[in-house]
């Protein structure tokens, strides 16, 4: 059988580095691709007086092309500081794995935006982004989009399983079209707050369910 990829995707896709869960990571980023629904998580141990990436890992739920950019990106940012690694291109990764076929560029773009929502992640949780949006139902609808769905594996937006967002003077409360039994509701609820609570002017959030 013909691939249409080089030998270094195949490699990087067969022998994946980086790969899995972190457990307690210092930033974690989950990005999905617009163009095929498919999503990239990815996790961060930093340094904090240097800022360099010490550790990263990922997990792809996406094509060949994905995981090859994703081990290739992490392989890439390991040992860079938060700085350096922001400026990793999908173009550079591509170019490591000697070149991904145009229809895919899609991929090592949701890779490297796994790679930058990770660092953002980081930088809001320790101060380092300075904030002057107010939280919006937009702004709230955005973050949720990077909260996953276990039972779908799609973000909770697309899957439509937020019934109802309310902001309100320093609150924010989420409705969850499951009950509060459902064997996914506790950690659903601890990735939105993980999510939100990190926004500057949000002082309490609170998931609600159907029942
Ligand atoms: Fe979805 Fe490649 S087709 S990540």
Redesign the pocket.
Known sequence: MTFPYTKEVLEHFRNPQNVGKMEDPDGKGLEG?P??G?MVAVYLKVNPDTLVIEDISFESY??A??IATASMITEMAKGKTLEEAKKITWKEAANALGGLPPV?A??SV?AVEGLRSAIRDYEEKHGMVVENEATTVEVVSKRLKHVMNPMAGLDIIRTELVLKVVVEEGTVRIVLDIPSTHQFAVAIKEDIVDKLESLWDVESVTVDFIS
Do not use: T
Request: charged letters at 15%; aromatic letters at 0%; proline letters at 0%.
């Open positions: 691709s163009a095929c498919d996406g094509c092309s994905n895919k899609h991929c949701l």
